[in-house]
């Protein structure tokens, strides 16, 4: 067990819906970072979090928004889903900005966009 | 840019039969390397961390290497239990800002 809380763990939604993934960071961690993974693209960085501060983005589409709240838990929330957002989504903590320090994964979140 | 770059894809091994797996890197500045593992369904397990050229880390059966442009995970004496989707990733001190980019792994098997 990482210590990192991802929920819920399977979520099945329509296309043009909007859903919410949480993520509890493991205890003293300060960044929050998101991955997406889908079979033929890897694992593919989002979005970063520190201490309430975005402090990074990668490929994270428009439609796609994050937030880390005061208690350092982090939500990502995905709109107008598509098919082809069905992937597994990661949330992995660290204690610093992620310079030095390995980040630890949670089980992620599996979508499916029907 | 970064790119890692993981090889094979796949490896199917027997119980008791060494291996390594690779990892080649382009980065302007490698400020870490990591390995992790991953079971389907599962999110990536930390394994090690290595920083620079001719650093080596050992857990077990596992022992991973860098050099300068790649780092090697070898495998001594696999057992079933060692069945998983081995990951790497690095760290730069430039572009990445403290995210990891990862390659997209090599799938070993472990046959008893």
């Known amino acids: 067990d990482s210590g990192v809380t991802q929920t819920p763990k399977h979520l099945i939604t329509a296309t043009g819906q909007r859903v919410t993934l949480r993520c509890s960071p493991r205890s003293g961690d300060l960044s929050v970072y998101w991955y997406q993974q889908s079979l033929d693209q890897g694992l593919q960085f989002l979005i970063q979090?520190?201490?309430?501060?975005?402090?990074a983005k990668g490929n994270i589409l428009e439609r796609f928004s994050a937030q880390q709240f005061p208690d350092l838990h982090s939500e990502l929330n995905l709109s107008s889903l598509e098919l082809g957002d069905s992937a597994l989504y990661f949330c992995a903590s660290s204690v610093g900005r992620g310079r030095d320090t390995e980040a630890f994964f949670g089980q992620g979140t599996r979508l499916t966009v029907v | 840019e970064d790119q890692v770059t993981q090889s094979p894809e796949a490896l199917r091994l027997q119980e008791g039969e060494s291996s390594s797996l690779n990892c080649s890197y382009t980065v302007s500045g490698l400020r870490g390397l990591f390995w992790y593992r991953q079971d389907p369904g599962k999110g990536p397990e930390f394994l090690f961390t290595?920083?620079?050229a001719g650093e080596e880390k050992e857990k077990e059966r596992l022992k991973a290497t860098l050099t300068k442009k790649e780092s090697f995970l070898h495998i001594t004496a696999p057992k079933p239990e060692d069945s998983a989707t081995y990951l790497c990733?690095?760290?730069?001190?430039?572009?990445?800002?403290?995210?990891?980019?990862f390659g997209k792994g090599t799938k070993l098997s472990v046959k008893p």
């Open positions: 979090y520190y201490n309430g501060e975005e402090r």
């Open positions: 990733a690095v760290l730069d001190y430039g572009g990445s800002q403290g995210n990891l980019i």
């Open positions: 290595l920083y620079s």
